[in-house]
């Protein structure tokens, strides 16, 4: 990839994707937010077993991004492990130790036709 060109928000999708993918993430999501916020073109949602898991994987795919892509991400979360936010512009991803991600239940509010559980 050329680093003076800005990636597509599809390029930058697929890169994370298979970051992800390559560090072991589990319960992968992606969600399409063009037509529905201004926050971005995709979000996509992940869990790690650990913090440390979750940290590795978000300090990963912050530096792939950097180094394939030529710019950094804002990233927030990672000390503590439990709830990660990168932002690279058109991407938002979360990664999540799966209490955390269970308690919030991100894709409820963002995926059409998701609807809570009644327990």
Same mark, same amino acid.
């Given at each position: 990839?050329?680093?003076?060109?800005?990636?597509?928000?599809?390029?930058l999708?697929?890169?994370?994707? *298979?970051?992800?993918?390559?560090?072991? /993430?589990? @319960?992968? #999501?992606? $969600? %399409?937010?063009?037509?529905?916020?201004?926050?971005?073109?995709?979000?996509?949602i992940?869990?790690?077993?650990?913090?440390?898991?979750?940290?590795?994987?978000?300090?990963?795919?912050?530096?792939?991004?950097?180094?394939?892509?030529g710019f950094? *991400?804002?990233?927030?979360?990672?000390? /503590?492990? @439990?709830? #990660?936010? $990168? %932002?690279?512009?058109?991407?938002i991803?979360?990664?999540?130790?799966?209490?955390v991600?269970?308690?919030?239940?991100l894709?409820?509010?963002?995926?059409?036709?998701?609807?809570?559980?009644?327990?």
């Open positions: 990839m050329d680093v003076t060109s800005q990636p597509t928000s599809e390029q999708l697929a890169r994370i994707l *298979s970051s992800l993918d390559d560090d072991k /993430a589990e @319960d992968i #999501v992606q $969600i %399409d937010l063009r037509g529905k916020t201004a926050i971005g073109d995709y979000m996509v992940a869990s790690g077993r650990s913090t440390r898991q979750v940290a590795a994987m978000s300090e990963k795919l912050v530096d792939r991004i950097k180094q394939e892509f950094t *991400s804002k990233i927030e979360g990672k000390d /503590a492990g @439990d709830w #990660v936010l $990168i %932002d690279t512009g058109d991407v991803v979360h990664i999540f130790r799966p209490e991600r269970e308690f919030y239940q894709e409820k509010m963002w995926l059409p036709g998701a609807s809570a559980s009644s327990n």
